[in-house]
């Protein structure tokens, strides 16, 4: 593994991979973060993720001798003999002008039928990074190059829960109504953070993401059905 690691203080300690959007580096970092959960399990409160890195919340004091040893120790993971399994989830989305505020704006962006974007948008198997930003807040890698949208210069202040959006060369689903500067495409009905839930996220990191086009007399049946609890998550 081609990586490095910083020492912050004697609490915190982060792991750097290349900066780049990677499936490969993705695998490294749930092996590590595995490795890390069972070896140090005491010493560590907290791991978070991040596209090309790892950072360790320490309950151990940790000096800068015994992070460049971890280091060392984590480099000799026998990452060939480290596989980990992965669920692919089907997401229903409704595509449409009123819940895809941002579609119109789109298609004139990139000279592109609405048709068209919902294709491109619903035809790949994403693959889950991590989540941030917003319990919930998937960040997921695989968008069609011909979509991608930089963020908005001015951030909506509320995005409804549930908004399938595009940011830079991601997508993702706003699990609650947040503010947010991606552009809004669509909506999914489903539930996707749940407290009181465990574990409080379906989808888990490194798992497969579609997005099963709808139209609004499904979606309000899988909502209808969410509300009554009568929805049971499923993956192939």
């Not at 004697?10 to 490969?24: A, G, H, R």
């Not at 941030?132 to 509320?158: C, E, Q, V």
């Not at 996220?201 to 709808?214: E, H, I, L, N, Y």
Request: glycine fraction near 6%.
């Amino acid at each position: 593994m081609n990586i490095h690691i910083k020492h912050i203080h004697q609490k915190l300690v982060e792991i750097f991979w290349q900066k780049e959007i990677s499936p490969k580096i993705l695998h490294e970092m749930i092996v590590t973060k595995s490795f890390l959960e069972n070896q140090y399990a005491d010493g560590i409160k907290e791991i978070r993720m991040g596209y090309h890195s790892l950072s360790l919340k320490l309950s151990l004091d940790m000096s800068k001798q015994d992070a460049e040893e971890l280091l060392e120790e984590i480099q000799n993971i026998k990452l060939d003999q480290t596989a980990f399994s992965s669920k692919t989830w089907t997401l229903p989305v409704c595509y449409s002008k009123e819940m895809g505020k941002d579609l119109e704006s789109l298609s004139k962006l990139h000279q592109m039928e609405i048709e068209e974007i919902i294709s491109r948008h619903s035809t790949p198997e994403y693959l889950l990074y991590f989540y941030g930003f917003i319990p919930g807040f998937m960040y997921l890698g695989g968008l069609d190059d011909t979509l991608f949208t930089p963020r908005k210069s001015n951030p909506d202040r509320a995005i409804a829960a549930g908004s399938v959006a595009i940011g830079g060369y991601q997508t993702g689903i706003y699990p609650n109504e947040s503010p947010g500067g991606w552009h809004v495409i669509g909506n999914c009905p489903l539930p996707l953070f749940d407290i009181h839930q465990h574990p409080p996220v379906m989808p888990q990191v490194g798992d497969k993401v579609r997005f099963r086009s709808v139209e609004i007399i499904e979606y309000e049946e899988i909502k209808a059905m969410v509300n009554k609890g009568e929805f049971n998550w499923s993956h192939d």
